[in-house]
């Protein structure tokens, strides 16, 4: 179950007079929208909120999730310990792209996701970097597949090593977000695509 005093804060600037005339006051629309963010569905979104007395709809938290998102503030800078880093191939209007992750395997969080137009090592180098204009990496140590990112890593005065068994929660990630594009991608009117063996 969870404790109530992690709305606590949220739910007194809710309360604040600035929000009176919304339905949902926006710290709590906020606070929806980054729990999806974090992975949890829309239904899943709206069953921790009812936990706190917040009764909405599924469809009203999908609003939430694309009219607050733009003004909700990046989260805190995170400083991880181990991070798995690593890309796949994605079709996006029938280009093929190359989508680099980075997951901190201790919260299982997302640090960063980006598009590039090829994978070597430039792009893993221009990721990492990107991800160490972002978060705190001076104790953390990478766990890569070896393509490109060793190079990569040296450039930037990174730590990291290979390692194949405890990055399966990256591999996990870009299945999951795969089959939510096949499963979801045709229904807002794009046709999906068979996937090369690469993907």
């Known amino acids: 179950m969870l404790n109530q005093d992690l709305l ?31 992975g949890c569905s829309l239904r899943e979104t709206q069953e921790i909120i009812r936990l706190f007395g917040v009764e909405r709809s599924h469809q009203a938290i999908w609003q939430w999730v694309h009219q607050v998102s733009n003004s909700v503030p990046d989260p805190p800078e995170a400083k991880p310990k181990r991070v798995a880093v690593d890309e796949t191939a994605v079709k996006i209007n029938g280009e093929l792209c190359w989508l680099y992750a980075a997951i901190d395997l ?16 430039d792009p893993a180098a221009a990721f990492l970097h990107r991800l160490a204009e972002k978060h705190d990496l001076s104790e953390t140590v990478f766990l890569v597949d070896g393509f490109g990112y060793q190079t990569a890593l040296a450039r930037l005065g990174l730590r990291g090593h290979r390692n194949y068994t405890d990055r399966n929660l990256i591999e996990k990630w870009f299945q999951t977000l795969k089959q939510r594009i096949d499963r979801f991608y045709p229904l807002m009117g794009g046709q999906s695509e068979k996937r090369s063996p690469m993907d």
């Open 8 to 38: 606590k804060e949220t739910l007194d600037t809710a309360n604040l007079e600035c929000w009176e005339r919304e339905r949902t006051a926006t710290p709590v629309r906020a606070f929806a929208v980054r729990l999806h963010a974090t």
């Open 106 to 121: 201790e919260s299982k969080l997302i640090l960063d996701a980006e598009l590039f137009g090829r994978h070597d090592t």
